[in-house]
């Protein structure tokens, strides 16, 4: 029989034992954890074996080429030796250095009794290598561009049908490349062995942390894994003993490999929490606790965890006229600053600094009936960038400012100023290590809401904002951008698009270089977006103003609505209503393991003197009022901590006066 006819057959019916019976594939086709299989169960461990841990995640560090982290191939392949002709492989993997032109294998298939390799995965500084078997030999393909090298946590997953290889890499957009001879359909495995981390040698030994090794026959592992809220360790199946907390169990047992893991423990003010610092040590001297790091937020592990006893009136914080809108921030090194967004041109807008426990005038800067203000850094250095309702005309154009922090003068500086169309708010983001910027633009002129808002990106070159894309909004109030593992999402709050305030308010993804549509979700005069994360479930809040069609009075008292983002339907869900009064704003914080939304009620129709709500999260029951805090035209909310306490600010767009609360705590 030729060889053309016999690979034929096999393609028709499939490699088989030549026994009766229906057909069966060689190996199950469940996945497969090579990784699991290669260690010794019982709690035996393997003696060059190390768990470390990196960013919150442990993995297996191998100190050589030992024989004993192998297995052969046989109990896979339990009906037949031949290797599945479609699979994908799933790897999570750290790798801190690599030295240029070298490359480290994850894992081969290797003939005992010859050393033959019949399939291999390697990787080198950018490029990921499939090594296998064909009918004239060894075949090389290579992905390239796929940087592994970084210290970071990646998960991949690899896929092989025929022609086709695809990858991708913490669930971003697949790359995929067809290969000029395909997979062979008859690669047989008898007599060989599955060795991680080598090729049975030095020369190519594995040196990063290993944490995910998965094959998975007959199909694509990328829907099993992916989307996920941890792209970079997304999970198909990993060892128990990388999931287990390093303790010691009962008894005088000890672990079943040494246990390494970095501690890196940070004083002063509460430093940032997120993916990054995950498994880093706070010590909080105001507490006297020593928190951890989950990704999240700050976690108690020695000391009381904080509980939320009352709310008592702080200060008294006396402005240059109403104030639209507050921004709390920190310079490094210089304190804690609140931008006040002041209605009134004639004496601008005020600065204050954090002093003795209080917030102080600092610098006066020129508006014209400010509305926003935002902080953001770019290249290590501070802006602040103004909505101006108004905006400084020149040549009929309506003008918002940038200020750049100078360290020498010590006070923010003109820097830049960009059209903007009576702007309600800014949004400063970065994706892929690029700096944006977008203005949601209100109206033009006196009636048309109906225009469009703007996304600038920093020119690295010109160091200056350009406009880099135009949305289509309706009276626009706010920008909310987030992410969801490797997705960037920029939600629009429209309010009015001339007739009703019944409109869609939209989300965008980022692909292809720009943000496209996503979903719409039906608002009333919104306002506000708030994004937040509990455990891994993400939340989106909608700060509802008014019901208001072309005839007939507005309705103040309405629904505000949180949504949550439904990962099967991959589309944002109503979660729970909650009742509000002309909302104009929310905020999420955490205090100790509980998470709060306070909301800036502002008008119920007849009086702006009204509460606003402080909600804690409740679990199945959602979130429930249990603070109500007298407010008068309450327009906006910040949640800022200092060595003094937990504090609340509120701005007020009614009269001269904003109030600091503070959180007390038992």
Not at 34 to 61: E, I, Y
Not at 321 to 327: A, C, G, K, M, Y
Request: hydrophobic fraction near 40%.
């Amino acid at each position: 029989m030729s060889t053309v006819l016999f690979i034929f057959l096999l393609f028709l019916f499939g490699p088989r034992r030549s026994y009766a019976g229906s057909w069966r594939p060689c190996t199950d086709l469940v996945p497969l954890d090579l990784l699991s299989r290669a260690l010794p169960g019982h709690g035996q461990a393997l003696p060059g074996v190390h768990m470390v841990q990196h960013k919150g995640a442990r993995g297996l560090q191998l100190s050589g080429p030992n024989g004993d982290i192998s297995f052969p191939a046989s109990p896979l392949f339990v009906n037949c030796d031949f290797f599945p002709e479609e699979f994908s492989i799933v790897v999570t993997l750290k790798v801190s250095h690599l030295a240029n032109k070298k490359n480290e294998y994850i894992f081969t298939l290797v003939e005992e009794n010859s050393a033959q390799l019949l399939l291999g995965l390697r990787f080198s500084q950018e490029k990921l290598h499939l090594l296998f078997l064909g009918p004239r030999g060894k075949e090389y393909v290579t992905l390239r561009a796929v940087k592994l090298v970084d210290n970071r946590w990646h998960t991949l997953v690899l896929a092989v049908a025929g022609h086709h290889f695809t990858l991708s890499l913490d669930c971003g957009m697949p790359l995929e490349i067809i290969h000029e001879r395909p997979f062979p359909v008859a690669l047989n495995t008898k007599g060989s062995r599955f060795y991680i981390g080598s090729r049975r040698r030095w020369k190519g030994f594995f040196s990063g942390l290993l944490r995910q090794l998965v094959l998975l026959p007959g199909s694509d592992a990328t829907s099993r894994v992916c989307p996920s809220l941890e792209p970079s360790l997304a999970v198909l199946s990993i060892p128990g003993v990388l999931l287990d907390l390093p303790i010691n169990p009962l008894g005088n047992e000890v672990l079943p490999y040494p246990y390494e893991a970095e501690v890196r423990v940070t004083m002063g003010t509460e430093p940032a929490c997120s993916k990054q610092e995950q498994g880093q040590l706070w010590f909080d001297m105001l507490r006297k606790a020593l928190l951890l790091c989950d990704g999240q937020a700050w976690t108690s592990l020695i000391g009381e965890k904080q509980r939320l006893d009352y709310v008592e009136d702080h200060q008294d914080l006396h402005t240059n006229s109403e104030t639209f809108d507050v921004e709390v921030f920190q310079i490094p090194s210089v304190g804690l600053f609140a931008a006040m967004a002041n209605r009134e041109a004639k004496h601008g807008s005020g600065i204050y600094k954090w002093d003795g426990g209080r917030f102080e005038p600092y610098q006066n800067i020129s508006t014209n009936e400010a509305l926003a203000w935002k902080y953001f850094t770019v290249d290590k250095k501070m802006f602040l960038a103004v909505a101006d309702s108004r905006g400084h005309s020149e040549g009929g154009q309506e003008l918002s400012a940038i200020y750049k922090w100078s360290p020498r003068k010590l006070r923010f500086l003109h820097y830049q100023t960009l059209e903007t169309h009576c702007a309600r708010d800014w949004e400063a983001f970065q994706i892929q290590g690029e700096a944006f910027l977008a203005v949601a633009n209100h109206r033009a002129g006196d009636n048309n809401h109906n225009i469009d808002s703007v996304i600038y990106k920093w020119n690295p070159g010109t160091k200056a904002f350009e406009v880099n894309q135009t949305i289509q909004t309706s009276g626009a109030y706010d920008w909310e951008f987030f992410t969801v593992g490797p997705y960037y999402f920029l939600v629009v709050a429209n309010t009015f698009n001339g007739v009703t305030t019944h409109v869609d308010s939209t989300i965008y993804i980022w692909l292809g270089g720009r943000f496209q549509r996503f979903q719409d979700i039906k608002t009333f005069g919104a306002t506000d977006w708030e994004v937040f994360q509990i455990g891994s479930r993400v939340f989106l809040a909608v700060a509802n103003s008014q019901r208001l069609y072309e005839r007939g009075p507005g309705v103040y008292t309405i629904n505000s609505t949180i949504y949550e983002l439904d990962m099967m339907t991959k589309t944002f869900l109503k979660f729970q209503d909650i009742i509000t009064y002309s909302a104009l704003d929310w905020e999420f914080f955490t205090l100790g393991d509980e998470k709060f939304l306070v909301v800036a009620n502002s008008y119920d129709g007849t009086s702006y003197s009204l509460n606003s709500v402080i909600y804690r999260w409740q679990g199945y029951e959602g979130f429930v009022p249990i603070h109500h805090l007298p407010t008068i035209g309450c327009r906006d909310w910040e949640y800022f901590t200092s060595a003094e306490g937990i504090y609340l600010i509120y701005s007020s767009a009614r009269e001269p006066l904003s109030k600091v609360f503070k959180l007390k705590t038992y």
